[in-house]
């Protein structure tokens, strides 16, 4: 199994910036196959989802919401995922789980909380 660690979350302002990282552990194996690395989030009521992904050569998917605002990227040495929030805004508040897929499937972190105020 794959253990995330995931930090910086945190109460911002509307307009404001935040910069969650989330670092991978455990099984070398597992780590080793990892292809995809994102980030999702699930807000109060709402179903969890995905805000970006970036797989091992640096593609890179986004939201349609978060497109221009967010940029997501990988330390493939380092086996972590960051992604920088600017612009961000009230609808961005959720919390945000970091996800790495591999071929033995799926890991999740313990999420972390962003709140954006108005």
């Known amino acids: 199994q794959v253990r995330l660690v995931e930090s910086g979350g945190g109460l911002v302002q509307a307009g404001g910036s935040l910069r969650l990282s989330c670092a991978a552990s455990?099984?070398?194996?597992?780590?080793?196959?990892?292809?995809?690395m994102g980030w999702y989030r699930q807000a109060p009521g709402k179903q969890r989802e995905l805000v970006a992904s970036i797989t091992k050569s640096g593609s890179t998917n986004y939201a349609d919401s978060v497109k221009g605002r967010f940029t997501i990227s990988r330390d493939n040495v380092k086996n972590s995922v960051t992604l920088q929030m600017n612009s961000l805004k009230p609808e961005d508040t959720a919390v945000y789980y970091c996800?790495?897929?591999?071929?033995?499937?799926?890991?999740w972190g313990q999420g972390t909380q962003v709140t954006v105020s108005s």
């Open positions: 455990g099984s070398i194996f597992r780590i080793l196959s990892i292809n995809l």
């Open positions: 996800n790495v897929n591999s071929r033995f499937g799926n890991d």
